[in-house]
Nanobody, 129 residues
Framework: QVRLVESGGGSVQAGGSLRLSCAAS????????LGWFRQGPGTSREPVAG????????YYADSVKGRFTISLSNDKHTVYLEMSNLEPEDSAMYYC??????????????????????WGQGTQVAVSS
């Protein structure tokens, strides 16, 4: 049973920083893409960033490139999202996600909610102007 548990959300002012964590457990093999999606009020869930546990290759949505950094713990069972220079438009529920597959999913058009196998419960991020 795959389990994803997020932590680290909160409220910050624009320009501030937050770090999200997701403890991942129970996946049956090592080839996993872990990542983050977000969903604001009245919007569809969108990709933010992803990382492949085998070679640490990454994907970032254009809207967060240069501001967000995704990383893995040494045991590859915790994925982090360091968010800096936050903007009000970053306000959303952030969901940890696991895709049972290879790094080929970490490309534009493939890293979508439709291919996610497991979701966390979400953690709220609120950025005020």
């Amino acid at each position: 049973q795959v389990r994803l548990v997020e932590s680290g959300g909160g409220s910050v002012q624009a320009g501030g920083s937050l770090r999200l964590s997701c403890a991942a457990s129970g996946y049956p093999y090592d080839s996993v893409c872990l990542g983050w999606f977000r969903q604001g009020p009245g919007t569809s869930r969108e990709p933010v960033a992803g990382i492949y546990t085998i070679d640490f290759s990454t994907y970032y949505a254009d809207s967060v490139k240069g501001r967000f950094t995704i990383s893995l713990s040494n045991d590859k069972h915790t994925v982090y999202l360091e968010m800096s220079n936050l903007e009000p438009e970053d306000s959303a529920m952030y969901y940890c996600a696991a895709i049972m597959g290879g790094g080929a999913f970490l490309t534009d058009g493939r890293f979508t909610p439709a291919v996610v196998d497991y979701w966390g419960q979400g953690t709220q991020v609120a950025v005020s102007s």
